[in-house]
């Protein structure tokens, strides 16, 4: 409990430390928030009235405490683009993101379990090696290559599904599923690969310890030593890797979202940043950073769970 | 022969060498001489499919993809350089100070380091991208920033672990200041596992030069890149599907050879 409970202060600092960055980069930048709104050959009086108004003749640091205490209540601003408030536009594309960045997670974690035990099983015959190669050549696959390619093969020769025929989760949540299934895949393949490489390496390593060989001796099958025991050691390092991938696959999830034509947040990041409209680009930002730092949290919490030993050290 | 024998037994390192040899050897041959100019349109040839005038195919302006794909393999690998070469310097630099000197300045630096390094490196690139404006050189430079904190992290740990080994202590003890210590004595020891995470830095720097100039915020036209002509390919997916085959097997291929070469580098 008290690890817990340092652990999610330590979770607050840092996110504490992270706003004032984002805050601070957004701050420093070349240009005037009022200048570029009201365009270059706008009066110094009009430009110093929106300054004001805007707040920005504040001292820095009480602009970005007040700023803090707004994300706080969840007001991130308004769009200057959209002119809309940035928390209700990030909240309205913030299920494509997410459902994507789980999908793709179920994807690889399920896949990858399966298949790097059936090549310890085989460790070192044929399957395995040339298993190993394709495994090695998928991973050099960028994510959103895979997708024109998942696009090409079964939008255009198979004709399954129609190229950029998005759904809203809203309308039929059904067919947004469908629909965000192969851009799940194609963020999940890479990784996965790369999760069965650490996998078959993490299990190869137990395998040589002495409790399986107990178990082994006790009559089990290998199929059953290996998931009934040495997976669950082997699963330790691998959850490093998964909470890391989750921060991969939400920016995955940005660049695959242009390859499939979903208006999810990297549309909505993207154009912010072409507009140079700060508020939703430093709320996306913040929102990813909450994110990530929730996930580390979590796979801080779930590995003394899965490793009881580190209880003991406090 | 000795090594040619090594090479025979390690198919990883041979197969790895065989293609980034090849591939830098196609990226400088394109620097003097590429088949067709890569502005030349020609409307006769549009979306032509491969063959034996064009190897690779034209694109939708009847452009020769094969020398637009090694002038954008060109522009790929310049922009991965330097972005390694950035993150290497200043990843170096902060790594050593922190896990030579530890203490305060470490925990602090460290403590950013573990949130930027959690943070997806092209997410970071795109947020640094956004406050500088697009183009080539942003590229470079958000990368770099973006890919410091990777370095970093393995430098000061692996200094960390040199740190305390007796060889250290006796160079201190022969009066060689911590500047000389840790440059002289400590780093020439890390440069193995540097080497391998140089290798796959550049990869992950080709891949992310791919997505930022894929989503139109990296290379500018009418600069040809890899993952621009990607995007642009998309719309000729139907009609041209080589248009995007070519310049994704590019990107695949030029990343799975410096792959295989780092596998093959770390199993002796």
Not at chain 1, 209 to 226: D, I, N, P
Not at chain 2, 182 to 201: A, D, R, T
Request: glycine share 8%.
């Amino acid at each position: 409990m008290k690890y817990f409970f340092r652990k999610l202060i330590s979770m607050l600092l840092t996110l504490l430390a992270v706003s004032f960055i984002v805050f601070a980069a957004f701050a420093v930048i070349p240009g005037d928030a009022a200048v570029s709104r009201l365009g270059s050959n706008a009066t110094e009086e009009s430009v110093a009235a929106l300054r004001a108004e805007m707040g920005l003749d504040r001292p820095f640091l009480e602009r970005y405490l007040s700023w803090l205490g707004d994300c706080v209540k969840g007001d991130f601003g308004t769009s200057i683009s959209y002119g809309m408030p940035v928390g209700q536009l990030i909240l309205d594309k913030l299920p494509i993101t997410l459902t994507m960045t789980v999908l793709s997670l179920i994807l690889t974690v399920g896949l990858s379990v399966p298949i790097a035990l059936l090549m310890c099983k085989y460790a070192r015959s044929r399957f395995d090696r040339s298993m190993y190669g394709l495994n090695q050549f998928v991973m050099s696959i960028p994510a959103f290559f895979l997708g024109i390619l998942l696009t090409w093969f079964f939008g255009m020769v198979l004709k399954w599904f129609r190229p950029g025929g998005y759904v809203s989760y809203k309308k039929d949540f059904g067919a947004f599923l469908g629909y965000l299934l192969l851009p799940a895949i194609a963020i999940a393949i890479p990784k996965c690969a790369m999760s069965v490489k650490l996998l078959r390496s993490a299990v190869l390593t137990e395998a040589d310890k002495e409790y399986v060989r107990t178990a082994y001796s006790r009559g089990m099958s290998t199929m059953e030593v290996l998931y009934r025991h040495v997976l669950k050691n082997a699963l330790i390092p691998l959850i490093t890797f998964w909470g890391m991938t989750v921060a991969d696959m939400i920016a995955g999830s940005i660049v695959v979202e242009q390859v499939f034509n979903i208006p999810g947040l990297g549309r909505i990041l993207l154009t912010s940043i072409s507009r140079r409209d700060y508020p939703v680009v430093e709320g996306i930002i913040l929102l990813i950073a909450v994110v990530v730092l929730l996930v580390n949290f979590l796979v801080d919490i779930l590995y003394r769970k899965v490793d009881p030993r580190l209880e003991d050290q406090g | 022969m000795k090594a040619l024998k090594k090479l025979s037994r390690n198919p990883y390192l041979f197969v790895g060498l065989i293609l980034t040899v090849f591939m830098c050897l196609v990226t400088l041959v394109g620097l003097v001489y590429t088949p067709y100019d890569t502005t030349a349109m020609d409307l006769s040839d549009k979306l032509a499919g491969p063959s034996l005038r064009h190897l690779m195919g034209c694109d939708n302006y009847g452009r020769d993809i094969l020398s637009r794909v090694m002038e954008g393999m060109r522009n790929t690998f310049v922009i991965a350089l330097l972005t390694v070469l950035i993150g290497t310097v200043f990843g170096v630099l902060v790594g050593a100070l922190c896990g030579y000197f530890g203490g305060l300045l470490d925990d602090i630096l460290m403590r950013i380091n573990d949130v930027l390094f959690s943070f997806p490196s092209i997410l970071l690139a795109l947020v640094i991208i956004s406050l500088l404006g697009t183009g080539s050189f942003n590229v470079v430079l958000a990368l770099g920033i973006a890919f410091i904190p990777s370095f970093a992290r393995i430098v000061r740990s692996e200094v960390k672990k040199q740190a305390a080994l007796d060889y250290v202590q006796s160079a201190r003890l022969m009066g060689a200041g911590h500047a000389r210590t840790i440059f002289v004595h400590i780093l020439p020891n890390i440069v193995p596992v540097l080497l391998s995470s140089v290798m796959i830095g550049f990869n992950n720097a080709v891949l992310a030069e791919a997505g930022l100039s894929y989503l139109g915020i990296g290379v500018q036209p009418p600069d040809a890149s890899l993952g621009r002509m990607l995007s642009e390919a998309q719309s000729y997916l139907f009609t041209a599907p080589w248009y995007a085959l070519f310049p994704g097997l590019t990107i695949v291929l030029t990343v799975l050879g410096f792959a295989l070469l780092a596998e093959g580098m770390s199993e002796k």
